[in-house]
Every structure is written in structure tokens, then in C-alpha cells.
């Protein structure tokens, strides 16, 4: 008889299965796989993960240690006697031996379990152990369904310290047994390097893995790569990907601190890195092809390196997800009256897209993915003081450069009548609450809205930024490091945040809570949905 996933033994037995993906000893300093099969077999070397589910499809992601063909076999659970597909991708050196595949026609609102073996391509009589992870699709009906959210993973130099848990906001986000997780950028720190010991503010040393390629700034493929590979040593992020899917965007940090196109690497800091490429738009370019390849992400045939899309998951929630990197004119004062290349964050193509998605869409809740906040001032160039990175630019007044594009879109979903949307996001590695209220802002022309800010999942705290008032944002709450505890706060300092959201399927209520690292409530609000 077929074991369901509700039962307990299968859940034991999935949990351990997933835990154990990826076992890590120590060379010298230098972190690698403990092989324990047979040399002659392919490996799995990086765990399982899945992402961008729908109703009917999603994609699943691995990778192998050789040139290698990925099967996939599919169930309803996990005894596999009734496998519904079969299905197959090559992983090959130009991808490093990763490979992605979407599954198509999928019973909707089904725990969907798959199992991936590498099958190696010089030896095809050759295959390697199968591991199992799951995804779960999105409903076809009104029922309930939940999510997290957050961003920043291994920043500031604090990595893997195995003594300490390791990246334990992971464990927490999956005891709250999500339907998916949106990764709201900076999923790797590129230009990060990892050491072996960091001191922390309290006197204790902080011991982290390392890896060859965190060891200085990314700026070959290889290097970019080997970001993601160091994430994915984290027992943490193993269990989580192998049944939580991710809907992925990306940041500054999966290339360089606060790039933009085109960006001359000449800051101070580009300096202090010793970066030896000139320009951000080759770094940029290798960033992209790594996440691309390591992030579980559906792409299209017509923009392949294409990051902003809309992710339907059912009759109460639409997913979009932007893309406020790629697009956005250079980072400078931000005071420019009219509208132009200057200007650009999203740029003119994402925002008609945008707009045209709203109007369409007839989910009850749209959810805006945004990787950075909307009114939090963030400084484009930190040795200097100067400069705009997000899109506040600090004067309090009418909309001016950057914020051009979000009052205009902000007017438009007024015009279009366009309800229930909410922004989330991360980048500022604090959490907070933000009440956006025409009746207190410069700029009136929209409805209220919430924003909500939560990460760092695993990296250093910081904050809190100030308000820019030009939308009329009100903090409403805020965790944030005190003036007492400093910045840079090391995970174990327990101040790494995510959000939780709860829509319930006969209410269409939804719920937002902020936690922590150990998974507490710290505030909640239940937003009610306008309807007919």
C-alpha cells in the first residue's frame, strides 16, 4: 500500500533522506565532498532543489560530478509504484554539470515527489544513487496556502560554522512547512570572501567552512559558481531545498556591492578588493550565466538570462517577481525632475509588463517580489556617503529620479482599480513593517498599500535606514539592531529574519507575520482582501 505524505514514518524518512544529501569533511581549510561510493558512479553533488511551481508544472534542479544525463522519475508519493513520467536532461561541463528540468502536466494541489539519478554519459550502463525531494503545485481552487520570504544568504564574511548550526534560519523557514519560498536576492555574496575564522563583537571566533572559490571576491565563471556551491554545503539549505521550492530573484551581490550596468569598478571598495576586471558589465555577465544555471528558475527561449516574471499559483495569489538590477540607469544623486534613461530602475519594457500583468491578473492577492525596499534610503557609495542605490533619494518631496517609475506605477494601479497588492522584500538585513498612506505623503495619487522587510537569512545585521517620506510610509514595526549592539551582528547574535504568509481559503484573509531565527512571532497583521 502506497505511504501518503501526511503519515509520520514517511515524513522521518523523507526528512532523513534530505538531511543527509551532502556529507563535508575537512582538507587542510578547504571544505569537500566525502565521497563514500564507488568512484565509477555518478554523484549528486549539491542536493536537490525545485522552484517557479504552478498549478500543472515546475522545475527541479541537480547537479552531477561528471558529464552525466539527469533522469527524473515522478509519484504522488513516496513509494513510487504508480510513476506517473519519466523524463531526462544531459548535465554537461558548459553548465558545470547542472541541470534543470520543468515538469509539465501535474495534477494541481498534489504533493509531487521526484527522484533523480545521474546516469554517466561515457559509461551509459552506469548510474548513480537516486535521491528524492518533493515540491508541492499550486491549487486549481480556493484553498489555503502559505509562504516565506526573505534575503541575504552568507554575507559579511559569516559562512558556515558547523558548531553553530550552520545556516539555521533554513531549519526554521522549513518547520513552518511553507508551499514555496521567495528568495528576494542576494542569494550568494559574490563579493564576499569567506575566511576561515572572523572575530565577532563579543571576543569568540566564528569558524567557518571554506571553499577555494570564497576565498576572494568572484570575478571569473568558475569563481561566481563556486558561490552557490558553498550555499549548497550548508546541511540547513539541503534539507530546506529538497521539499521547499523557491522562487528566485536576484541583487547587487550575486555580482558586486550596489553595481549598475556598465559600472566602472573605480569605488573605493572596488579597490580594497583588488578586483582586476574594470567594469561591471563583464562581472555581470558571468554572475548571471552561474545564477542561471544554479538557481531553479524557468527560462524563456526569447530572454534566457531574463530574471522578472509572474508565477500564478492558484485563484488567490499571483507571484511578481521584478528585476530592479539589471535595467536601472547609474546610481548617482537621484534629483532628476523628469523621466529618462537617468532614471531608470525597472526600466520601460518591466514596467509595462508590470502594469499589464496587474490589469490581467484576477488572483485575489498580488504579491510584488521586490529586491530592495521602496522608501528606505540606501547609499549608493559608502566611503563617500554619497549616492542613490534603492529608490528613496531623501528629500521628502514630490517624486523625483527612481521614484518617477514608482509613482507611476503606483498611479496606475490606482487607475486600473487594481486591488490587493503588497510589496515584499529584504536587502537592508532587518525586518520591518511599512503602512504606505497617500494622506501623509508628498505624493498622493494611490491607494494605501503594506510594505513589508524582512531578512538577512544568514548574514551580518544592520540598520535601521530612514524614511523617505515622498509615498507617505509608516513604520509601523522594526527589529533592528539597537545603537548599544552595533552593526554587523553575527547570526548567532539570533537578530536574522524571514515572513511568513498565511491566505486562508474561505476568508481570503491574509496574514503577515515577521519572525526570527528561531522561528518566533515578534508582529503579525491580518490584512483583509477587497472584494467583488
Same mark, same amino acid.
Given at each position: 500500500?502506497?505511504?501518503?505524505?501526511?503519515?509520520?514514518?514517511?515524513?522521518?524518512?523523507?526528512?532523513?533522506?534530505?538531511?543527509?544529501?551532502?556529507?563535508?569533511?575537512?582538507?587542510?581549510?578547504?571544505?569537500?565532498?566525502?565521497?563514500?561510493?564507488?568512484?565509477?558512479?555518478?554523484?549528486?553533488?549539491?542536493?536537490? *532543489? @525545485?522552484?517557479?511551481?504552478?498549478?500543472?508544472?515546475?522545475?527541479?534542479?541537480?547537479?552531477?560530478?561528471? %558529464?552525466? &544525463?539527469?533522469?527524473?522519475?515522478?509519484?504522488?508519493?513516496?513509494?513510487?509504484? +504508480?510513476?506517473?513520467?519519466?523524463?531526462?536532461?544531459?548535465?554537461?561541463?558548459?553548465?558545470?554539470?547542472?541541470?534543470?528540468?520543468?515538469?509539465?502536466?501535474?495534477?494541481?494541489?498534489?504533493?509531487?515527489? /521526484? &527522484? #533523480?539519478?545521474?546516469?554517466?554519459?561515457?559509461?551509459?550502463?552506469?548510474?548513480?544513487?537516486?535521491?528524492?525531494?518533493?515540491?508541492?503545485?499550486?491549487?486549481?481552487?480556493?484553498?489555503?496556502?502559505?509562504?516565506?520570504?526573505?534575503?541575504?544568504?552568507?554575507? =559579511?564574511? $559569516?559562512?558556515?560554522?558547523? @558548531?553553530?548550526?550552520?545556516?539555521?534560519?533554513?531549519?526554521?523557514?522549513?518547520?513552518?512547512?511553507?508551499?514555496?519560498?521567495?528568495?528576494?536576492?542576494?542569494?550568494?555574496?559574490?563579493?564576499?570572501?569567506?575566511?576561515?575564522?572572523?572575530?565577532?563583537? +563579543?571576543? =569568540? #571566533? $566564528?569558524? +567557518?567552512?571554506?571553499?577555494?572559490?570564497?576565498?576572494? %571576491?568572484? !570575478?571569473?565563471?568558475?569563481?561566481?559558481?563556486?558561490?552557490?556551491?558553498?550555499?549548497?554545503?550548508?546541511?540547513? #539549505?539541503?534539507?530546506?531545498?529538497?521539499?521547499?521550492?523557491?522562487?528566485?530573484? $536576484?541583487?547587487?551581490h550575486e555580482v558586486t556591492n550596489n553595481w549598475w550596468p556598465g559600472e566602472p569598478l573605480t569605488r573605493a571598495e572596488h579597490q580594497r578588493k583588488k578586483y582586476v576586471e574594470k567594469n561591471a558589465s563583464l562581472l555581470s555577465a558571468r554572475a548571471a550565466r552561474a545564477f542561471h544555471e544554479y538557481m531553479?528558475?524557468?527560462?524563456?527561449?526569447?530572454?534566457?538570462?531574463?530574471?522578472?516574471?509572474?508565477?500564478?499559483?492558484?485563484?488567490?495569489?499571483?507571484?511578481?517577481?521584478?528585476?530592479?538590477? @539589471? /535595467? &536601472?540607469?547609474?546610481?548617482? !544623486?537621484?534629483?532628476?525632475?523628469?523621466?529618462?534613461?537617468?532614471?531608470?530602475?525597472?526600466?520601460?519594457?518591466?514596467?509595462?509588463w508590470l502594469k499589464q500583468g496587474l490589469a490581467n491578473s484576477r488572483a485575489t492577492w498580488k504579491i510584488i517580489a521586490a529586491d530592495m525596499p521602496m522608501s528606505l534610503l540606501v547609499v549608493y557609495d559608502v566611503d563617500r556617503k554619497w549616492g542613490v542605490e534603492a529608490v528613496a533619494q531623501g528629500d521628502?518631496? %514630490?517624486?523625483?529620479?527612481? !521614484?518617477?517609475?514608482?509613482?507611476?506605477?503606483?498611479?496606475?494601479?490606482?487607475?486600473?482599480?487594481?486591488?490587493?497588492?503588497?510589496?515584499?522584500?529584504?536587502?537592508?538585513?532587518?525586518?520591518?513593517?511599512?503602512?504606505?498612506?497617500? +494622506?501623509?505623503?508628498?505624493? *498622493?495619487?494611490?491607494?494605501?498599500? $503594506?510594505?513589508?522587510?524582512?531578512?538577512?537569512?544568514?548574514?551580518?545585521?544592520?540598520?535601521?535606514?530612514?524614511?523617505?517620506?515622498?509615498?507617505?510610509?509608516?513604520?509601523? /514595526?522594526?527589529?533592528?539592531?539597537?545603537?548599544? *549592539?552595533?552593526?554587523?551582528?553575527?547570526?548567532?547574535?539570533?537578530?536574522?529574519?524571514?515572513?511568513?504568509?498565511?491566505?486562508?481559503?474561505?476568508?481570503? *484573509?491574509?496574514?503577515?507575520?515577521?519572525?526570527?531565527l528561531d522561528d518566533r512571532s515578534l508582529w503579525a497583521k491580518t490584512l483583509d482582501p477587497k472584494l467583488g
Amino acid at each position: 500500500m502506497a505511504i501518503q505524505i501526511g503519515s509520520s514514518a514517511t515524513r522521518r524518512r523523507f526528512m532523513a533522506t534530505s538531511a543527509a544529501a551532502t556529507t563535508l569533511t575537512a582538507i587542510g581549510s578547504i571544505a569537500r565532498p566525502f565521497i563514500s561510493r564507488a568512484n565509477d558512479r555518478p554523484l549528486i553533488t549539491h542536493g536537490l *532543489q @525545485s522552484g517557479d511551481v504552478s498549478a500543472d508544472s515546475g522545475v527541479i534542479w541537480a547537479r552531477a560530478d561528471r %558529464p552525466s &544525463r539527469m533522469l527524473v522519475e515522478i509519484d504522488t508519493t513516496d513509494s513510487f509504484t +504508480n510513476i506517473r513520467n519519466v523524463a531526462f536532461v544531459d548535465a554537461l561541463p558548459e553548465t558545470d554539470f547542472t541541470a534543470k528540468l520543468l515538469l509539465e502536466n501535474l495534477p494541481p494541489a498534489q504533493d509531487i515527489f /521526484y &527522484r #533523480v539519478r545521474f546516469q554517466d554519459l561515457a559509461s551509459p550502463t552506469i548510474s548513480g544513487e537516486p535521491k528524492v525531494g518533493r515540491l508541492r503545485t499550486a491549487p486549481n481552487d480556493r484553498r489555503s496556502i502559505s509562504f516565506v520570504w526573505s534575503g541575504d544568504t552568507a554575507g =559579511q564574511g $559569516w559562512g558556515i560554522d558547523e @558548531s553553530r548550526g550552520g545556516m539555521r534560519t533554513y531549519a526554521s523557514m522549513l518547520k513552518n512547512r511553507p508551499d514555496f519560498f521567495i528568495h528576494n536576492g542576494d542569494t550568494i555574496y559574490a563579493d564576499g570572501p569567506i575566511a576561515a575564522e572572523q572575530k565577532m563583537p +563579543n571576543g =569568540q #571566533v $566564528w569558524r +567557518n567552512v571554506v571553499t577555494e572559490d570564497k576565498s576572494k %571576491p568572484a !570575478e571569473t565563471l568558475t569563481e561566481f559558481r563556486g558561490n552557490y556551491k558553498y550555499n549548497l554545503l550548508d546541511k540547513n #539549505v539541503l534539507a530546506f531545498n529538497a521539499e521547499i521550492p523557491m522562487f528566485a530573484q $536576484w541583487d547587487d551581490h550575486e555580482v558586486t556591492n550596489n553595481w549598475w550596468p556598465g559600472e566602472p569598478l573605480t569605488r573605493a571598495e572596488h579597490q580594497r578588493k583588488k578586483y582586476v576586471e574594470k567594469n561591471a558589465s563583464l562581472l555581470s555577465a558571468r554572475a548571471a550565466r552561474a545564477f542561471h544555471e544554479y538557481m531553479p528558475l524557468r527560462t524563456t527561449q526569447s530572454e534566457p538570462g531574463r530574471v522578472y516574471r509572474k508565477i500564478s499559483y492558484g485563484p488567490l495569489l499571483d507571484v511578481f517577481m521584478l528585476d530592479m538590477r @539589471s /535595467y &536601472r540607469g547609474p546610481n548617482g !544623486e537621484g534629483k532628476e525632475d523628469s523621466y529618462g534613461p537617468a532614471a531608470y530602475f525597472l526600466g520601460l519594457t518591466q514596467i509595462a509588463w508590470l502594469k499589464q500583468g496587474l490589469a490581467n491578473s484576477r488572483a485575489t492577492w498580488k504579491i510584488i517580489a521586490a529586491d530592495m525596499p521602496m522608501s528606505l534610503l540606501v547609499v549608493y557609495d559608502v566611503d563617500r556617503k554619497w549616492g542613490v542605490e534603492a529608490v528613496a533619494q531623501g528629500d521628502d518631496g %514630490p517624486p523625483r529620479g527612481r !521614484e518617477l517609475e514608482i509613482a507611476d506605477i503606483l498611479s496606475f494601479i490606482k487607475r486600473a482599480g487594481v486591488r490587493n497588492t503588497v510589496w515584499i522584500t529584504a536587502d537592508v538585513h532587518y525586518t520591518a513593517a511599512h503602512y504606505y498612506d497617500p +494622506n501623509k505623503a508628498a505624493f *498622493q495619487d494611490f491607494e494605501p498599500f $503594506w510594505e513589508f522587510v524582512s531578512g538577512p537569512l544568514h548574514a551580518g545585521t544592520f540598520g535601521p535606514n530612514a524614511l523617505d517620506m515622498t509615498f507617505g510610509p509608516q513604520l509601523v /514595526y522594526i527589529k533592528a539592531p539597537s545603537k548599544d *549592539q552595533g552593526q554587523n551582528l553575527p547570526p548567532s547574535e539570533g537578530m536574522q529574519f524571514f515572513g511568513h504568509v498565511a491566505i486562508d481559503g474561505n476568508s481570503q *484573509q491574509m496574514t503577515v507575520t515577521l519572525k526570527d531565527l528561531d522561528d518566533r512571532s515578534l508582529w503579525a497583521k491580518t490584512l483583509d482582501p477587497k472584494l467583488g
